[in-house]
């Protein structure tokens, strides 16, 4: 079963999270892509391709890390960070392993959204479809206090079109979008 987990953190400093990969012994060789970063996990197997040329994500060691970033000027994005290969843990256990454990490390931040529980103090800032899924959201602490300043989230694939409404909702919070 694929695992994704969430979180918030300043899109101006170092990640957090690919600061805890680069951690692991051995570290994964980092692949950037248009959008994330591919963690090749290289002593577990080797990249198995789709079709396409594309690496399937679902037969391979790799874990794909998406950093927050800026988009419209104000909007920060939730990152995210998927252990797709499935079934985890018998294609590759030592994987799994890193999965438990990046899991409880990241639980070790505050959870600022969970659809498990009611509302939460920062729900007004987490706009767009960030909230539309199941996965908690967990914060570092400058995302934290950005959130806390009100700092505005959306979710990484929200659309040019959802951001338009969401920008034209913000204007009358008295939040400019750019262009």
């Not at 338009?164 to 909702?169: E, F, I, Q, V």
Request: charged share 20%; with cysteine; hydrophobic share 45%.
């Amino acid at each position: 079963m694929a695992n994704t987990y969430r979180f918030i953190a300043d899109p101006a400093a170092p990640s957090p999270v690919l600061a805890w990969f680069r951690a692991l012994d051995p570290a994964p060789t980092e692949v950037p892509t248009a959008r994330a970063t591919v963690l090749h996990f290289e002593h577990l197997g080797a990249l198995v391709y789709r079709a396409d040329g594309q690496i399937d994500a679902t037969r391979s060691p790799v874990v794909t890390v998406f950093s927050p970033q800026v988009k419209r000027g104000v909007l920060w994005t939730v990152g995210e960070v998927h252990f797709l290969a499935s079934p985890l843990r018998s294609l590759f256990p030592e994987l799994h392993r890193v999965g438990k454990d990046f899991a409880r490390w990241l639980a070790g931040h505050d959870c600022v959204f969970s659809r498990k529980s009611g509302p939460h103090e920062f729900d007004y800032y987490l706009e767009g479809s960030v909230r539309n899924y199941d996965p908690p959201v967990h914060a570092f602490p400058a995302a934290q206090a950005a959130l806390a300043q009100g700092q505005y989230f959306v979710a990484e694939e929200d659309n040019d079109v959802r951001l338009d409404l969401l920008c034209r909702a913000l204007r009358l919070r008295g939040v400019a979008c750019s262009p």
